[in-house]
């Protein structure tokens, strides 16, 4: 069964001018929480398994999905304390089987082509792929580094950039990646598991062109209510 793990455990701190007391991917975008328009677009590439990894406020999540949205199963791992980004994904990995499935931030739309980033795993036989969007004249994100073979060299942080690479919050990759490794339960995705672990696994890059918005301040959640 295609699943994707959904981080939506996020409270929106820099968002709380506009959006009061719920979890970020809930923010309202024409009638519906952001992260609905996220399981749409997933539907349309055969997903037919959500879990989501919820938090703070988690049961407005599932009071809005329950158990079953678009034809697709719902699931739920609930962090009882925060987990960060990384405890939250290996809690709702131990739900999947040996299969890879997709991880997406819960905040973020980033428009990609989802069978092309299941190809390109498969063709690099990696054991992780970050879907990459470049960008021009930046200093929200990082950037990510990858080498001529595509393969993930570096993450850079955040500084102003003319132009580069930066992480679009989507991955591909199966449980197996957290064998033989040790870590608190809290612990973060990107700065405790994909930096430190960078040399030792087949972690890949993939640039892919898409429409990309992250909802994570007030001018980007406003953008939100004209281009979903």
Same mark, same amino acid.
């Given at each position: 069964m295609k699943t994707a793990i959904i981080l939506a455990g996020g409270l929106g701190t820099r968002l709380?001018?506009?959006? !009061?007391?719920?979890?970020?991917?809930?923010?309202?975008?024409?009638?519906?929480?952001?992260?609905?328009?996220? &399981? !749409?677009? &997933?539907?349309?590439?055969?997903? %037919?398994?959500?879990?989501?990894?919820?938090?703070?406020?988690? %049961?407005?999540? !599932? %009071?809005?999905?329950?158990? %079953?949205y678009l034809s697709m199963q719902i699931d739920y791992a609930i962090e009882a304390t925060p987990l960060g980004t990384g405890g939250g994904i290996f809690q709702a990995a131990q739900m999947c089987g040996d299969e890879p499935f997709f991880v997406l931030n819960g905040d973020t739309m980033f428009d990609i082509n989802l069978f092309e980033l299941e190809d390109f795993y498969h063709k690099k036989n990696a054991e992780m792929v970050i879907a990459l969007k470049a960008m021009e004249k930046f200093d929200r994100y990082g950037v990510v580094e990858i080498s001529e073979t595509e393969r993930v060299t570096a993450f850079k942080e955040k500084e102003y950039k003319e132009k580069g690479l930066i992480n679009g919050g989507t991955y591909f990759f199966?449980?197996?990646?957290?064998?033989?490794?040790?870590?608190?339960?809290?612990?973060?995705?990107e700065k405790d598991f994909m930096e430190k672990y960078l040399e030792k696994m087949q972690m890949f890059g993939c640039e892919l062109d898409g429409f990309f918005l992250d909802i994570g301040i007030p001018e980007d959640y406003a953008r939100a209510e004209k281009e979903l």
């Open positions: 709380k001018s506009v959006v !009061q007391d719920i979890p970020k991917p809930m923010a309202p975008v024409r009638g519906k929480p952001f992260v609905a328009y996220v &399981l !749409q677009y &997933l539907k349309m590439y055969g997903v %037919e398994r959500i879990i989501f990894s919820i938090g703070y406020k988690g %049961e407005v999540v !599932q %009071e809005y999905f329950k158990k %079953e199966s449980k197996k990646v957290f064998e033989g490794t040790n870590f608190p339960k809290r612990f973060s995705f």
